[in-house]
């Protein structure tokens, strides 16, 4: 048995269930029960599970396609996103190529039909694209039914197979989207029938069809927030749904087509509402405090939904008060509820989550979890490394920076720009405040994240060298042109729409955003962790970054693992935890509570 904090990691978690349209009781979900992430069938009826696919590195793009029959899954390699879909049959066989004739990609989205007919999204060094098929006894050869040298993503087919839906920016800004609508058929393919663009910094995102007509369920941000309104391509009419609701707003059908089931976020934490289309009424459901990590409407009418709060771990429920589905074996321990922090900064009000141990006293040792993204945000829900920290004696504080989902687009799009410079001055803002409030001790602070999370640790270390005791960056981008030169083509796209252009249009944008630019400024212990095969923060990046740090004897150390942009393998995870807290223990002087476990 291990120590609580591997517990948390090693107990079995799930996804909430999707199911097919057709057959509601065919259900598909990610689990990580068997060690590792992987794709699980359910049959509802029969109350029958399996696993559906078994990998080295995990899976975890799966979908059912409407009859219920069969099981899409992308097959990439040791974790590298680039591949291509396979299915099997929904009770067990043997699983063949979905779509011959496509070369691998990066995913650009899939939508299936009742019929057999797919819809494939293609990423590639040349743009995006989408490709139509036929799958099974009938099957037909892949035809390009859109493409593009920018980037896009395929959202939706109609119910009738007629019309298909994506998000492109064909006009230059990857972060801020347009919709178009096309024609699928004989004769049609990949004809207009409509688009929709707000214009410059205003995207627009289309979530799905009606149940049963080609009304278009999109979100937009035209009131500085993302909300839900519904636009019929085929009309030309839309109909926005004003809500008088803080925070920002997602949405879903409900399978009858009448009513919309409305995800709020706010302050970190998440509502559900009931919206009938006739009448407008809305009606809260009731959910705990926490955070809704998906949520979806059942053909009853009642909803089902991934709940967890920092305290408590995660659990799928439905509004009818049922648990719907239990994971094998022991539970998560519990951990420590957050409180909320609000620390005025450079562009208004910064709001951070803290979550202090439940021994010892002020001021403590703090870890400063950086989430990834940018376009993310921490919440107050379950998080097994911020646990792992406070059972080590750490205070954890994570902050909503700008650049952050969830406080609006002004907040969203504030660090275009100054990229990594805009969210640096949050951090530290809130990191000044900790340590003023006597919440966090000074000599004794860790920076640590992953991703975006990780790049912002490396520039944070190098442009305010006096703040921290270490850092700990996962996966990080460490030098941004040879990322950019490396990584894949749809992050080159979002990350011209950061700069303003690429690194040889605004070269200058990206040296005072890069983390090699101040890599002789660093003056805490570094420890990176990278992954050999990530498409998204590629590992030559990183080795230019480590290369420097020993040129200059700077104290850093590597762990490298054999995956891509993190690990769905559970043991992996945490042997990353372990060398994490390792590392913070023995350069801040902490007392180690607990032994984590050695690794190799």
């Not at 992430?37 to 029969?46: F, G, L, N, P, V």
């Not at 994506?166 to 024609?183: K, N, P, W």
């Not at 149940?211 to 019929?232: K, M, Q, Y």
């Not at 976020?265 to 809704?292: C, F, K, M, N």
């Amino acid at each position: 048995m291990g120590e609580r904090w591997q517990d948390r990691f090693r107990a079995a978690r799930m996804s909430l269930p999707s199911w097919a349209r057709e057959a509601p009781d065919h259900s598909l979900f990610r689990s990580n029960a068997s060690g590792t992430w992987e794709i699980y069938a359910w049959d509802r009826t029969s109350g029958e599970q399996r696993q559906v696919t078994k990998r080295h590195q995990g899976t975890m793009s799966g979908v059912l396609d409407p009859t219920g029959e069969w099981i899409w899954w992308f097959d990439d390699t040791d974790g590298d996103e680039f591949g291509v879909w396979r299915r099997q049959p929904f009770g067990g066989g043997d699983d063949e190529e979905a779509v011959p004739g496509l070369p691998p990609s990066y995913e650009g989205g899939l939508a299936l039909g009742a019929s057999g007919r797919a819809l494939v999204g293609r990423s590639t060094d040349e743009g995006f694209s989408v490709h139509a098929a036929t799958a099974g006894p009938d099957a037909t050869p892949p035809r390009t039914v859109y493409q593009h040298r920018q980037e896009g993503w395929l959202a939706a087919l109609s119910r009738d197979e007629s019309l298909f839906a994506i998000a492109h920016s064909e006009h230059g800004d990857s972060r801020h989207m347009a919709v178009r609508v096309l024609r699928l058929g004989p004769g049609g393919d990949g004809a207009t029938v409509a688009d929709l663009w707000d214009g410059p910094r205003l995207g627009l995102a289309p979530v799905a069809f009606a149940p049963h007509d080609h009304r278009l369920l999109v979100l937009h941000e035209r009131r500085g927030r993302t909300e839900p309104l519904i636009w019929d391509p085929v009309t030309g009419t839309e109909r926005d749904i004003p809500l008088d609701l803080p925070g920002e707003l997602s949405a879903s059908w409900y399978p009858d087509g009448r009513s919309l089931l409305i995800c709020q976020d706010h302050q970190a934490r998440s509502q559900l509402y009931r919206y009938d289309l006739a009448t407008g009424d809305l009606v809260s459901l009731e959910i705990p405090r926490g955070l809704v990590a998906a949520a979806a409407a059942r053909p009853d009418g009642t909803v089902e939904y991934a709940w967890s709060s920092s305290a408590r771990p995660p659990v799928i429920r439905d509004t009818a008060g049922a648990v719907v589905r239990t994971p094998p074996g022991a539970a998560a321990p519990a951990s420590v509820p957050v409180t909320d922090a609000t620390v005025p900064g450079r562009g208004g009000d910064i709001h951070a989550l803290v979550s202090t141990p439940e021994g010892g006293a002020a001021p403590y040792p703090t870890v400063f979890v950086v989430h990834g993204g940018p376009q993310a945000q921490d919440f107050d829900s379950f998080a097994p490394d911020v646990a792992a920290w406070v059972d080590h004696g750490f205070a954890v504080v994570r902050v909503n920076y700008r650049g952050s989902t969830g406080y609006g687009s002004a907040w969203r799009d504030a660090l275009e720009g100054r990229v990594g410079l805009t969210e640096l001055e949050d951090i530290k803002a809130v990191r000044d405040w900790a340590v003023h409030t006597g919440l966090a001790d000074p000599d004794r602070l860790v920076l640590e994240g992953g991703s975006w999370g990780g790049y912002l640790t490396l520039l944070g270390l190098g442009l305010y060298p006096g703040d921290w005791a270490a850092g700990i960056a996962a996966v990080p981008v460490a030098d941004y042109v040879a990322a950019y030169q490396d990584e894949m083509e749809a992050l080159r796209a979002f990350d011209r729409s950061l700069f303003g252009g690429s690194p040889d249009e605004v070269p200058e944008r990206y040296r005072q955003s890069s983390p090699i630019s101040y890599v002789e400024q660093v003056a805490a212990p570094v420890l990176i962790l990278a992954g050999e095969n990530d498409p998204r923060c590629p590992i030559r990046q990183i080795d230019n970054y480590v290369a420097r740090l020993a040129e200059l004897g700077k104290p850093h150390e590597v762990y490298r693992f054999d995956a891509g942009h993190g690990s769905y393998v559970v043991e992996e995870r945490i042997r990353h935890m372990a060398a994490e807290l390792d590392f913070a223990l023995r350069n801040t002087g902490v007392q180690m509570k607990e032994s984590p476990p050695t690794h190799t």
